[in-house]
């Protein structure tokens, strides 16, 4: 038996009402009284724990790893008031809520009892990738390589959701020796270095030490300076101008805008 159009709309407005709360709260999906209001949202409750617990594991193991002497599980906020406080206002998989979401874990893990020095920027971290990693994406090749030969390639812009952080201590040099046995909290190199963090269209999140120069790129790649005045700005000669851009687009960093 084949779905009709008529079904597959309907079943994609049960799973929005199921991931978007203020949807499941309005009046539009009220009124059509599809399912037990109740049931729905007990439901949709247990599908918002399960989704972001999964999330929490997976961008905070480093403070999880952390935890035996923090005394603070990252995903110990999903069992909390502040965390049903916000489930009125959760859209699963979007930037804001991702965002909403790692603030709370960030502030409940910064309230460990053992001082880290470098928890704040581990956290502020593990805080980019999750937030990072959210949002629309493309599911089909297809749909990008259309897009990219029905046009001509205009001037180069940093993708949105495109982080920088700055940070005090040298993260890179640590984050491996925390998911290995220890018995002593792992040292980090107290060291100022900037790190990029960006996620492909199909959702991969990338991470890349940056310098100066990728860093001028990123804040001056707007899609209204040619490759010349980019060059100019961020101080770089065309060629160390190409390969930055090259390595930039290859972590979903940047990309170059198509007319219409």
Known sequence: MTSTPGDRALQDDVIRALADAPYRASLEWRRRGLADPARVERYARFLARHFYHERIVHFFKY???LARVTGRAPEAILKSPIFDALLPT??????ETAAAVARLVTTHVAAGRVPIPYLADLLRYEEAMMV???G???WRDSEGKEKAESAEPRCPETVE???LLHLAYDLPTVLPKLLQPWTDVPHAPERPTTLLVARSPHGRVAVAKSDAGVAAVIGLADGTRTLDELAQGAGLHPAELRQTLQG??????????TGS
Do not use: K, M, P, Y
């Open 161 to 163: 959701g495109t982080v």
């Open 132 to 134: 990072v990693e959210a």
């Open 63 to 65: 403070s999880r790893a």
């Open 90 to 95: 959760l859209v699963l998989g979007s930037r």
């Open 136 to 138: 629309a994406r493309v």
């Open 248 to 257: 930039l687009v290859d972590l979903g960093a940047v990309r170059f805008s």
